[in-house]
């Protein structure tokens, strides 16, 4: 005698070792926010500090550029690592439009300067200088959440 149920039974418990088999076979969560954390470690370590010129910011666009395209390629499982990667990657994008912004509004030294009295190029100064703060902000808090989840 047959018990259709019974192999309903098995094939789902077939389908659901499977699961877990290809699932553990993924990177873990730990080995996943090591991977993102030590990328932006790496990144952060490249960073130009001091005299902020034409060239030191030329070189940190391609820096935050190749920083997205590298979280990008991560293949991330986890729905809270996921969410938070794509916050840090939108993070860097806005900070390479406005480093774009600043070279735009930038001297041939690549240093921002307008003369007293010129209102535009005040509020433009003004304006690349809280978009740049604010993507550095939105990065700060992003990196916080990969800490905690990650930790957790």
């Not at 954390?37 to 490249?46: G, H, K, R, V, Y």
């Not at 130009?48 to 395209?69: H, I, K």
């Not at 100064?125 to 604010?134: F, L, Y």
């Amino acid at each position: 005698m047959r018990y259709p149920w019974m192999n309903r039974s098995c094939l789902a418990g077939a389908i659901a070792a499977l699961g877990v088999v290809l699932f553990s076979c993924g990177p873990s969560k730990a080995e996943q926010c090591r991977e993102i954390l030590d990328l932006i470690q790496q990144s952060e370590a490249q960073r130009t500090l001091g005299d902020y010129n034409r060239a030191a910011q030329q070189a940190e666009l391609q820096r935050y550029q190749a920083l997205v395209d590298d979280l990008d390629a991560i293949r991330v499982s986890n729905s809270a690592l996921r969410d938070h990667r794509t916050q840090l990657v939108e993070a860097y994008e806005n900070l390479i439009v406005s480093t774009h912004r600043y070279l735009e509004a930038s001297n041939a030294d690549g240093h921002l300067s307008y003369t007293a009295g010129d209102a535009n190029a005040e509020a433009t100064v003004n304006a690349v200088q809280a978009q740049k703060m604010q993507a550095h902000n939105r990065i700060d808090l992003a990196v916080g959440l990969f800490y905690t989840t990650c930790l957790n």
